[in-house]
């Protein structure tokens, strides 16, 4: 079965940077390193700081595909003529029937599993509407069920109290009017479910407008709408302008609605740097969404990050589903680095979610019960997150979340104010010692809990306007050298300068930097920042890191950086070979061949201890640039 996790590359604009992020939000926030961060359309579209603190301190959200899909357990949209022909796949509303669909039901039961908003799917990209639309006959009124579940759904969430957010395919594979939308990442997906009458052509601004009056349905009779969670701009007609000018149009609905990025033109053109918005290029929305891999520690750029329940897709498949223990994971790691978590939850074509999913959100429900406060409407911060630990703040309180249960003393850099008080929130001891060089964290052996151990630290003064502190980076004091034959801009990818950069001088094809850290240290994670700035598009699609021990270079189990390739047991169909610079098949480029950072923002591998650490480039489409090359013990 092809999943959504396997066709990831319809989805994985989510590694494409994107966003409007005014320095006004920044300070409503509280964060003050936001307020250089630049506004990328201008004043018009001021991102709505208040939705977007309330959005950003709702932390946890249920993501709902549901629909014909799920009659036959398949992904949503991408199996359509993949492996179900169009034509079959089309008529799938006419078996449509979930007679045990409650609303008040769904929308309890997500509540009392401790989730604050749900983000519901009203048309993916096969364009079918579940909601009661009058632009098209393709829509939930005419299955057999004939009832506005979005109608049910947004009233149940008033009830509740859960904010509602809306996601929205801009690709539309029903549709002949949205040209392009049918050919993605070098898979065909099927003809328009419907032909235009004779002497009429396909017209992509007569889309427009029919996804206009769609969103102005939906925003009128179901909203108010927290959040849009745009997705499917891969068309080349939809550009950054369109882009714009939606937000535009859903600002004119509502005032406060936020968007994601990919509202813009993200998907168009080369792939951009994951999550990170560039900072001298086109882009537009509110905040960032990301798939595959936790993105990095980041205060400056709104972010969200999502996998779904089963492990494999999103929409209903059978199947078991995965361990509640790595949602929560999932989550508390998304808190320490800023971001919120959205957990795919579908429920099968009854519409009652399957008992084996409900005992596991129960399961999941006691950690947020017990320990909410340490990750809701906090900051992640001031520690950035490690392999070893993280952290959330709020007012003068620092939630030390540590990872590794083997870890019972912890030392930390230093903090910039007084520790006054320790306590740990599920009521074990735990103590602290503050000086001028560290902070060091200890904890009773029999109070260490799973999936974090939350130590609180109280401070003298504010937590949350403490600047971001991270680990030393081992890269900082090393000697480097490269494959260049001029040396003199080595030392650019490891000064700490996010200004600077090293580039490849293309002599070598596989380039590679070699680290001299002084003295053996151990590595256990590597983040790499491409470009001449932080959010240029994106060329290194492969890297390995190595070690020296005694002669040879080995390289290190688990760092090297490649997707699909790295995956066991995947295999992918090659649409086209670009493995050296410049060259140009005439072929597509397909989701094997988007680079690396799109998939791994950082990489956490088996700990290595060496002296001397080399960072090899095996594939680029253009010479790599690097601005900086980040090794760290943990």
Known sequence: MVTR????????????????WASAVASALGDAAGSAATNGIGPLLPTPAAALKRFLGLRYGAFIHWGPATVLGKEISWTREVETPSAEYDVLYKRFNPVEFDADVWVKMLKDSGFRYLTFVTKHHEG?????????????????????????????????????????SIADFYQPDCIGASSANGMYLGPPGYSLPEGRNPNFDRYVEYMKTQLKELTQNYGPVLAWWFDGGWMSDWTYERGVDLLKYMRSLQADTLADQRVGGAYNGRVYMPTWFPTDRKYVGDFAVLEVDTPRFNRTIPWEYTTPANGRSYCWTPGP?????????????????????????????????????????????????????????????????????????????????VFDPKVTTLTLPPLPRKIVGCSMLNGGKATVAQDAKSVTVSVNPNDVASPSTIVVLKLEGSAEQIAPISEPSLTRAATVRSSNKDPSGDHMIADGDMQTFWKSDGHTKQPWIEFDLGTEKTVSRATLFEGEYEGELANIHRYQIEVKLGDEWKPVEGASACWPECQPGREWKRVADISTWGTDTGQEEDFNDWPISVFHPEIRFTPVRARKVRLKILKSVAPAVIHEFELYER
């Open 5 to 20: 996790r396997e066709m990831i590359a319809a989805t994985a604009g989510a590694a494409f940077a994107g966003g409007v």
């Open 128 to 168: 079918f509407a579940m909601w009661d639309t009058k632009t098209t006959n393709y829509n939930i009124m005419n299955s057999p069920f004939r009832r506005d579940v979005l109608k049910e759904i947004s009233a149940a969430c008033k009830k509740h109290d859960l904010a509602l957010c809306l996601y929205y």
């Open 321 to 401: 589903y995965g361990d509640p223990h790595t949602w929560i994971d999932n989550f508390i790691k998304s808190a320490c680095g800023d971001g919120n978590y959205l957990l795919g939850l579908t429920p099968p074509a009854s519409g009652r979610f399957d008992p084996a999913l409900i005992d596991k959100l129960a399961e999941s429900s006691v950690w947020v019960k017990r320990y909410g406060a340490s990750v809701f409407e906090t900051r992640g911060g001031p520690y950035m997150r490690t392999n070893v630990y993280g952290s959330t703040c709020k007012g003068n309180l620092i939630y030390l979340h």
